[in-house]
């Protein structure tokens, strides 16, 4: 055999004179080529000190450094002189025309080591991960094709494992993370490749990398997105079922979401495109967000115009270029109405949807992270929130899945950087996503060619036409004083509607004189702010336009720049200024008259940001920690009210405040709970970082007390209102927020956690992490859950507190049953022992439901029957109806599992009429589940198919992923009893996705195994 031929990839002008072309391989064998031929390197101690010198990538490397990797403890006396003697035969190697004695320029002696300093592109690994980055380059100008060829080319640099003929590497930390980047460069190449079309080049490469990583979901899904594309229907579904086993067999799991979603693919017949929605979920229906039209919206004609043109041009090969618009300008310019006023006259072209988001980007307290922004868009276009992924890269590609295809407008209101809007721009086709900042947001346009509109101020001619068609003739009666107003207020259309609203309120006053009276103002604040700028101006008028406000309603708009949230209602409104909240809402339509605040909608109101600030500023003199107080008093009172009303049985478990006026119904309720939500998250979030710093302030009191005053005063911690408030708000909206609101749940309780800590009250402490590790729990995170709550029952427990260790526990027994550990029974078990020690009777029942439900499988039914049986006597006993509802609804289930249809029919039909007299929907649809199964094991199958139907629809609405899961599997089966072979596989599909996104294994099993018993039954022939 002839000798090796020498990379095509070096490059001769990179090679230093005297020395010819040279070419080092480590990706794979070790390996040198000099002009095209190979030249032997040696000894593998050798290659060895040439590997070490190449992953230092030019830096240098010790000769101790060299010894311990190469020879560890075992170092020889003559390590150092073997090192120096193999440095000098690669120095011969490397430059073979250097004069005896004349300094290497290739590997110099550096210190105590060596450095290798070859030009670019002579290691194979450099070229790599140059590629690498031009495929990332690539990637940015929205290239796919430029990517898959950049990344086919690093791939190709690969000949085996990295150093496969340098044992002493093998194991190098570096060396491993090197086969993680190959890993990761393959992993996206092949989404690449799927995306253009061209499973056929990439299905070699994943059969090999899935055979080397059989536990690997991410790469397993690739294959068999791969043999799906390509029609290989049956080796993909069989790629599936022999990743299901391994996972099972090795891991004790079921498949992740990623490789669930690719099966589901496989199922249908077609290929699915990346947007189609998960089997079983209808594309939701069009939705339209748009806030309402600015009254009077005035000129922007250019800028409209140029608005339809953008949207009009064609985006070449799904470029982002023509897809991105940007709106900005300087603070009160107009940018929101002009981006509202054009989405609305243009919602033709999008037929598919108009998404509308505020980021808050210039709001200090809580601008909206991209994370939350994408839940937001992902529930907006139909995402259930069990399916939403938890980290941000998952969210994004998620997010561009649901929206690649669509004809969508995504409008994203006070962005404050690229690098908050990046991750919210759609997947390709013929969405528009349109942007408004203060910010140029410079990169989007560099890099992605956005067009962007600056928005400058109205010219004169456009602000004296809106100040005409605000306060009348009196424009054209005095022409130069409308002029003088117009450059008052800088040309701004926020600034000359609040001027306009002045002079509208004073109709018998001359323009000249209200001129006159805002040049006075502005002479006077001049003094305290000297700056010229627009905002100065805007500033002048706020104030001139605040000076006007009776003091009741001064105070009002005062105190509302202390709401951190987005928006606020009435009561809110009336607790921080301390008034009747009908005197409140008066003052609310005055500030709203004035465009000091707008009305959002009936009872809503929100306020610019500008306006927001410059309230802040003037409430700091007014006691705001009181005000903010009296607003956590009335959030909570409102909060615990409104749960109370949606959850009356498990009051005596939720902290004791006090309720404010309650509400009509529980639709109300809700309603107001759905509405106040993000500001209940946004001010617990203030209330947190009010605590933290308290705490800092307190510690670096205690640190620096000069007296024992001033040391106990430290001592005693911050303020307890509030810590208490994220806590106690946390735990009152637990039941609240599990059915489904899982991302605000975790930041809620996220909050509480962080409050606690500070708060030195263990059993506070010890309740914030088991509703953190039940939440977590419910999002299928059982690692992390178990962490929680294992470290909550700790706390608990050494605190004293029973029945929260308790309820800990039995949380933490769920985890470990989800997990198959063998003593989730026992943890159970410990919770139902704790609770009747502590005489608690209704959280002995609780956990007899949790036991039950447990041992709802084939084997245990007897035991599951008494436990039920039990619970629903005890609920009863202690007066909770809704728990003895829970019992029987699960009872029914057991019955109907044993054959004992009768009884079964009277227990789920009475757990239905109580939780209907209850109003408790979720629990009315999970017995009206149970009953639909309950009737298609009887062979009636039409009420079945109805009541399961009805059951899905609800629990759909609630958000409740793990009874919805449920409800699709009783389904599955039913119509497949009915011969409705498709349906049923569809169904079942559908609860798959669910549950895998929840973690739930039992449904899970449940789900592939009704697949399996459907796609059977089609085979057999009909009777």
Known sequence: MGPAAAPEWGDRSTQPGGGGLLVIQVLGPTRFWRDGSEVGLGPPVRRAVLGLLVLAGGRPVSRSRIVDVLWGEHAPPSATNVIQTHVKHLRRLLEPDRRAYAPSRLLPSVGAGYALRVPDGVVDLDRFRGLLSAAAQAEVRDDPQGVATHLADALDMWHGPPFADVPALTGHPTVRSLLDERRRALARYADV?????????????????????????????????????????????????????????????????????????????????????????????????????????????????????????????????????????????????????????????????????????????????????????????????????????????????????RGLLVLLDNAASVDQVRPLIPGSGPSRVLITSRDSLAGLVALHGAHRIVLDLLAEQEALTLLRSLVGTRVDREPAS???????????????????????????????????????????????????????????????????????????????????????????????????????????????????????????????????????????????DAALHRLHAHLLGTTAVAVDQLYPADRAHRPAVDRAPGFPDPTAARAWLDAELPGLVATATAATVATTAATATTATTAATATTATTAATAAAGPEPGWHRY?????????????????????????????????????????????????????????????????????????????????????????????????????????????????????????????????????????????????????????????????????????????????????????????????????????????????RGIRGDHARAVEDLTESIRVLRS????????????????????????????TRHAAALSIATATGDRDEQERAHEGIVRAQRAALRPAR
């Open 193 to 405: 490749m799927l995306a253009l079309g061209r499973a056929e080049r990439i299905l070699p490469l994943l059969d090999e990398e899935t055979a080397a990583h059989p536990l690997d979901e991410a790469t397993q899904a690739r294959l068999i997105r791969a043999q799906h594309a390509l029609g290989r229907r049956v080796e993909a579904l069989a790629a599936y079922d022999v990743a299901r086993r391994h996972l099972a067999d090795e891991l004790g799991v079921g498949p992740g979401p990623d490789l669930v979603a690719a099966y589901l693919r496989v199922l249908d017949e077609a290929p699915a495109p990346p947007s189609a929605p998960p089997a079983g979920r209808a594309a939701p229906a069009p939705v339209n967000q748009l806030p309402a039209q600015v009254a009077d919206f005035t000129g922007r004609a250019v800028e409209l115009a140029s608005l339809d043109g953008w949207a009009a041009a064609g985006a070449p090969d799904g470029a982002a270029a023509a897809r991105i618009g940007i709106v900005c300008g300087t603070a009160g310019v107009g940018k929101t109405a002009l981006a509202v006023r054009w989405a609305h006259h243009a919602r033709d072209r999008f037929p598919d949807g108009l998404l509308h988001l505020d980021l808050r980007g210039f709001d200090p307290r809580c601008p909206v992270p991209p994370g939350t922004a994408l839940g937001h868009l992902l529930e907006s276009l139909g995402v259930p929130a069990a399916e939403i992924p938890d980290d941000l890269d998952r969210r994004a590609t998620r997010y561009r899945a649901e929206t690649t295809g």
């Open 482 to 624: 409308a002029a003088a107003l117009a450059r008052q207020c800088a040309y701004l259309p926020l600034a000359l509607r609040v001027a306009a609203e002045l002079a509208a309120f004073r109709p018998a006053e001359t323009l000249a004189g209200l001129v006159g009276e805002l040049a006075d103002q502005r002479r006077r604040l001049r003094s305290l702010d000297p700056g010229g700028d627009v905002r100065s101006a805007v500033r002048v008028v706020f104030s001139w336009s605040y000076r006007q406000l009776p003091p009741p309603a001064a105070l009002l708009f005062r105190r509302l720049g202390l709401h951190p949230g987005p928006s606020f209602d009435v009561g809110a409104a009336a607790a921080l200024a301390a008034a009747e909240r009908a005197d409140t809402a008066r003052h609310l339509d005055l500030l709203a008259r004035k465009h000091l605040v707008r009305a959002e909608r009936p009872g809503r109101y929100v306020m610019h940001d500008l306006l927001r600030a410059y309230a802040a500023g003037l409430a700091a003199p007014d006691n705001p």
């Open 726 to 934: 994220p806590i106690d708000l946390a735990a009152t909206l637990y039941r609240h927020l599990e059915g489904g609101r899982h991302a605000d749940a975790e930041a809620l309780h996220g909050c509480a956690l962080e409050a606690a800590r500070h708060c030195g009250d263990p059993a506070r402490y010890g309740g914030a992490l088991t509703n953190v590790g039940a939440v977590h729990r419910l999002r299928g995170r059982y690692e992390l859950a178990e962490a929680y709550l294992s470290e909550a029952v700790v706390v608990l427990g050494g605190c004293g507190d029973q029945l929260a260790a308790a309820r800990a526990l039995s949380n933490l027994g769920i985890v470990h049953e989800r997990l198959g550990r063998r003593d989730a029974a026992d943890r159970q078990r410990a919770a139902l022992a704790a609770y009747r020690r502590a005489a608690d009777r209704y959280g002995e029942a609780s956990v007899l439901v949790n036991l039950g439900n447990a041992n709802n499988r084939p084997g245990r039914l007897g035991q599951a029957y008494d436990q039920l049986s039990r619970s629903a006597v005890l609920f009863r006993e202690t007066g909770a109806p809704v728990g003895e509802a829970t019992a029987l609804a699960n009872l029914g289930d057991v019955c109907a599992s044993l054959g004992r249809h009768d009884e079964a029919a009277g227990h789920l039909a009475a757990a239905r009429d109580i939780f209907h007299a209850a109003g408790h929907v979720y629990g009315e649809a999970v017995a009206l589940s149970n009953l639909g199964r309950m």
């Open 958 to 985: 609630i958000g409740h992923a793990y009874g919805e899961a449920s409800a699709l599997n009783n389904l599955g089966e039913v119509l497949t009893a009915m011969g409705r072979t498709a349906d049923a596989v």
